[in-house]
């Protein structure tokens, strides 16, 4: 992690020192590199703060780092879906509500109904990606904003959570428990399964993103949609498979998160699309489409738990202050989103 | 809203075109569905000198709606959309509280007022914020306000201490749960803020100025419109109406709630104004639109009630509505639905609704 984090760094010091002075600063500004590069930056800072700070509490820890994952294994997934969307130019906001949905639907399935958690997981996913295919098919077909159709799914999904249980429903199933608590060695610390099922879902979408074609048309629809269509792409299918995407990624999620609170609540992860999307733009990806990073996403995710860590290890700050430093955090990647944009045009 | 005097012939259709008919008529449909589950769902009584019956609650608990909804029509008729009042109404609330609470007699008019100045300082503090990131650095709307919506929580509860702050105050109380002339006090102050509104819009140039700025904001700017400035307003516009929600809220509660307050408020009042007729593309609005969109949402909310329906499933009914209203508003659906003949003419007309009616509406007001 920290290799990558140096040599983009290095990169980035090249670009800065090229011959023309005056225009170094512009061509730094106009890549589009430096808002991964800025979060990774901030990432190191942060943590080499923290370090400097908490030394003694042990933070120094590699399990203290890889508990960044482990805690965030959910949000990880969920905001690599949203990377896809993002990445087109919508934005999905079904996001938390169908990880929700989701933790609640399987922890019905395998508590009350009893059915072997092996069936649940596909039937789980398989609803997710078919919640977002609808949003999806009707986004494209009838041509109404993703925010309303999402938005309608938001309500759809927190209400299915209602209607399947008031009551959080705790999980005793023994594979959850046994699937949860099984930790891999890494021989500096463990990770857990979540963890793992997060960062081969994430090194998934850096596949597809960045090397397949699906990955291209993503990027071509976001950057400019008349262009693409033009062009010939498949727009409709495009659009409908990254909401599909999303929807898979969201029910993906909320299966890790079920696994790391072992109940299903109706009201567990409400608004979390909103860290989703946060981590997106912090991860660099332009929220018009067409620009960023997937790897900017998990930097996007690592940031957010690590304001969560240190707040944690600070003991005296209280909890929302995550929500303050990530509104600061927020507003300071859209400044410099829009003042890369605003090169780009002139 | 008059409806034009035409011949005969014509008059059901000016009716049924007119841009209030189909959220009129989803209003009294949902109203008349309550009345086979309680028969004297339309009877008003008269208790200890206030009026009492579904009705007026519907119009008090849809106070704060309508308000916040009456704010987002102009931010959306500039073609933006704004979703941190959700946010201004927690802040508004904490920070009146709070500096109510501090006071030694809570009942002191004095002090009432210069806490909800306060309250309200604050929330046009974040629609100028707001609207200085939408118009004059030039960043999408949705993306601006995301900002305090993510960050106006945890201010929110940082000014309770993450505490809900519980307040004793008479004076304050009247604002979201007192009555006046036999009437709750907050529908008097939804009506001063509609008058306001519509007077300022309709009777001014004020209204024309908005709807150019979200029809084209370049081409406003090049006819000489200071749409930016026109921007700003709308946006600050936007949270004071914010604010007098928060108040209204934390007033009928007694208490500010910094996580809960205003919670989803944004998503309902964006619904009211879609409901209402206002297209989300900018460009035409309609106040009065939104003042039932508004009602339906909150009629919809005590028809569940009433019904017996498990309150549960009210998040259900609520996506059901969004879906059916956007499709209808959507002209692609209308003409894969209902055929090629209402392709022709829907389709070049985009907001097809409103445009119909209301070049009329302005001659006739």
Redesign the interface.
């Known amino acids: 992690m920290s290799a990558t984090t140096k040599t983009r760094t290095a990169a980035e010091g090249r670009t800065a020192s090229k011959p023309a002075q005056a225009s170094a600063a512009a061509r730094l500004l106009g890549d589009r590199r430096l808002p991964v590069l800025v979060t990774a930056g901030l990432f190191l800072a942060m943590y080499i703060g923290g370090l400097s700070r908490y030394q003694n509490y042990g933070f120094g820890e590699p399990q203290v780092f890889l508990n960044l994952f482990i805690d965030n294994s959910y949000l990880l997934v969920a905001a690599v879906g949203a990377t896809f969307v993002i990445m087109s130019g919508g934005i999905d906001l079904s996001v938390g509500s169908l990880i929700g949905f989701t933790t609640m639907f399987t922890a019905w399935l395998v508590e009350r109904q009893g059915l072997p958690l092996m069936l649940v997981i596909p039937l789980a996913l398989g609803v997710g990606a078919f919640g977002g295919f609808l949003m999806g098919y009707v986004i494209h077909n009838f041509e109404i904003q993703p925010f309303i159709v999402t938005l309608a799914g938001l309500f759809l999904f927190r209400g299915l959570c209602l209607v399947i249980s008031k009551e959080s429903i705790s999980i005793s199933d023994s594979t959850v428990s046994s699937m949860a608590q099984t930790r891999v060695s890494l021989g500096l610390g463990e990770l857990s399964i979540g963890a793992i099922v997060a960062l081969v879902v994430l090194a998934a979408a850096f596949y597809i993103l960045h090397y397949t074609r699906f990955g291209r048309r993503v990027y071509a629809i976001g950057g400019n949609e008349q262009s693409a269509l033009l062009m010939g792409l498949p727009l409709g299918g495009t659009k409908i498979a990254v909401y599909t995407v999303s929807g898979f990624c969201s029910a993906l999620a909320g299966l890790l998160f079920m696994l790391y609170i072992q109940s299903g609540d109706p009201l567990h992860a409400v608004g979390m699309e909103l860290d989703a999307i946060a981590a997106v733009v912090i991860g660099g990806t332009l929220l018009t489409g067409g620009s960023g990073y997937v790897l900017g996403t998990l930097f996007g995710v690592l940031v957010l738990g690590l304001i969560k860590s240190i707040i944690q290890f600070e003991g005296t700050l209280s909890s929302w202050w995550t929500k303050i430093a990530t509104g600061v955090l927020l507003c300071a990647f859209i400044l410099i989103q829009r003042a890369m944009t605003a090169r780009k045009q002139t | 809203m008059s409806t034009p005097a035409v011949t005969t012939p014509s008059r059901w259709r000016a009716l049924t075109h007119h841009h209030l008919f189909w959220p009129v008529a989803v209003l009294i449909a949902l109203l008349l569905v309550n009345v086979p589950f309680t028969p004297d769902f339309f009877a008003i009584r008269m208790t200890d000198g206030h009026l009492y019956g579904s009705l007026v609650s519907i119009v008090l608990f849809g106070s704060p709606l309508i308000l916040v909804a009456v704010g987002m029509t102009l931010v959306i008729a500039t073609g933006g959309?704004d979703l941190s009042v959700g946010a201004v109404v927690a802040i508004t609330g904490a920070l009146t509280c709070s500096y109510i609470s501090d006071q030694a007699d809570q009942n002191a008019l004095s002090a009432v007022f210069l806490a909800m100045g306060i309250g309200l300082v604050a929330a046009v503090v974040c629609g100028l914020w707001n609207g200085f990131?939408v118009a004059r650095?030039?960043?999408?709307p949705?993306?601006?306000t995301?900002?305090?919506?993510?960050?106006?929580?945890?201010?929110a509860?940082?000014i309770t201490d993450?505490q809900i702050i519980t307040i004793n105050s008479e004076p304050y109380k009247l604002i979201g749960g007192g009555y006046w002339l036999t009437l709750p006090f907050s529908i008097f102050v939804v009506a001063a803020v509609v008058a306001v509104t519509v007077a300022l819009t309709r009777r001014t140039a004020l209204g024309l100025l908005v709807e150019s700025v979200g029809g084209n904001a370049e081409a406003s700017r090049l006819v000489g419109i200071r749409s930016r400035r026109i921007k700003i307003m709308v946006y600050m516009f936007c949270a004071l109406c914010a604010g007098i929600a928060g108040l209204m809220i934390s007033s009928n509660t007694s208490a500010a709630d910094?996580n809960n307050a205003g919670l989803w408020i944004e998503?309902d009042a964006?619904?009211a104004v879609?409901i209402g007729g206002t297209s989300?593309l900018g460009g035409r609005f309609s106040i009065g639109g939104t003042v039932i969109g508004a009602l339906v949402i909150q009629t919809l909310t005590t028809t569940i009630y009433t019904i017996g329906v498990?309150t549960?499933?009210?998040?259900?009914?609520?996506?059901?509505v969004?879906?059916v209203v956007?499709?209808l508003?959507?002209?692609?659906?209308r003409a894969?639905v209902f055929g090629a003949k209402g392709a022709r003419t829907t389709a070049p007309a985009e907001p097809a609704t409103p445009a119909d009616a209301a070049p009329k509406m302005e001659v006739s007001r």
Do not use: D, E, H, W
Not at chain 2, 137 to 140: A, C, K, L, P, T
Not at chain 2, 312 to 320: G, I, P
């Open positions: 959309i990131l650095m030039g960043i999408q949705i993306i601006a995301l900002i305090i919506m993510v960050a106006g929580r945890g201010v509860q940082l993450g910094g998503l964006i619904l879609v989300l498990p549960q499933t009210n998040l259900v009914f609520k996506a059901a969004v879906i956007c499709l508003q959507s002209p692609k659906f894969k």
